[in-house]
């Protein structure tokens, strides 16, 4: 992706405010990609850049937690828990129903943008599996055949 100069000057003042303090890696990649919906290879390069943290560890925490992206994201993120409760009761059903139905596969946009599909691993329901989330929603105990209803609330 290439970075328009207004984009970067967006991001060199948002990341003003974290420069010099420790900690704060996760909270600037937030802030980040709030403004840019994703973190691609150019902006994790302005990031490490301006925080003066080695590139390697900007890559390790984007792709270590779930909720960061470095592809392009939907309006809305469904992603479906495969973690072992939830697998075990639905999940693998669920994910397979949401491909089928929107076209797509994981990781992908739907062609409108309102869509993506990404795969979590436990959202620490276990309990109330299988579940999606879908954005900052947490559904539990989702039945495979209700699950586009679900998902057509979001708009
Ligand atoms: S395995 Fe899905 S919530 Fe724990």
Request: aromatic content about 6%; hydrophobic content about 40%; charged content about 20%.
């Amino acid at each position: 992706m290439e970075i328009s100069s207004e984009l970067e000057d967006t991001l060199l003042g948002v990341l003003s405010r974290f420069k010099g303090k420790k900690g704060v890696l996760i909270q600037a990649l937030h802030a980040v990609q709030n403004i840019v919906g994703y973190l691609p290879p150019s902006v994790l390069r302005i990031v490490a850049r301006e925080l003066d943290v080695p590139l390697s560890e900007v890559y390790g925490v984007v792709t270590f937690y779930h909720f960061f992206s470095m592809k392009p994201r939907g309006k809305h993120v469904i992603q479906v828990c495969l973690g072992t409760a939830c697998y075990v009761r639905g999940g693998q059903e669920i994910l397979d129903k949401i491909q089928k139905e929107l076209g797509i596969g994981v990781g992908e946009v739907t062609e409108d943008g309102l869509y993506s599909v990404e795969v979590m691993r436990c959202a620490g329901a276990c309990g109330l599996a299988p579940v999606v989330r879908i954005d900052n929603d947490v559904h539990k105990r989702v039945n495979p055949s209700q699950i586009m209803e679900i998902i057509s609330n979001y708009t």
